[in-house]
Each structure stands twice: as C-alpha cells, then as structure tokens.
C-alpha cells in the first residue's frame, strides 16, 4: 500500500495504491485519523488505484468517519474500480459514504457544500 495526501482547493486528498488488507489497515487508519486531525475537514479518499480492500480495511474507514462526524468532518470516496465498488455494496459501506466517479468530482461536491 502507498498513500500520498494533498490539499486541493482546501480539500484535503489521500490517494491509495495497492492493497488494504489486515496487514496495513492499521497504518491506512493512522492516515485518515492524521488527516481528519482535530476536525471539521472535508477528506476525499482517492481509489483510483487501489486493487483491493479488505474488512479491515473498511473497519478503518468506519472509524475515520465516526472521528470525523461530531466535529462536522465528512469523508467521500472517489474512483472506484467495479470490483471494490461491489465490496462497498454488498457490506452497506456504499450507504455510509459519499461516492463519486472521479477525484475531480469529490472536490467539487465539497466546494459546493
């Protein structure tokens, strides 16, 4: 797994590469809490190139968001592949968050908000 992070138009963006699984889950949620830091920020979680995602790996972005929320902290996912889309769907994750087709859009969504 490779994470970069970079602010776009005040939005915070974390692109994930490889895998998340049980191995690395923990250190993709030291990421996101990082990232949420001590609230109100808006996180785009860019997948573009993320070949897979395991429970752990969901469990990690659970928590990010429940970090995130009492302070008014939103997290989207942008740029699923089909198959970690359908991860997200048949676990209910796809009704937990925002999901847009590309980065480009995530952004924007936030900058509308």
């Known amino acids: 797994m490779n994470i970069t992070e970079e602010s ?13 699984d049980s191995g690395n ?10 990232a949420i830091g001590d609230g109100g920020v808006k996180l785009v979680v860019d997948m573009a190139k993320l070949s897979y995602i395991s429970s752990a790996g969901l469990r990690a972005l659970l928590i990010a968001a429940k970090k995130a929320r009492p302070s ?6 942008s740029a699923m592949a089909p198959h970690i889309r359908e ?18 859009a995530a952004v924007a969504a936030f900058a509308g908000a």
């Open 87 to 104: 991860v997200f769907d048949l676990s209910g994750f796809s009704s937990l968050f925002e999901i847009h087709s590309d980065e480009a």
């Open 25 to 34: 889950a923990s250190e993709f949620e030291g990421h996101l809490v990082r």
């Open 72 to 77: 008014g902290g939103r997290i989207a996912l």
């Open 8 to 20: 776009v138009g005040g939005v915070s963006v974390l692109r994930t590469e490889g895998r998340i």
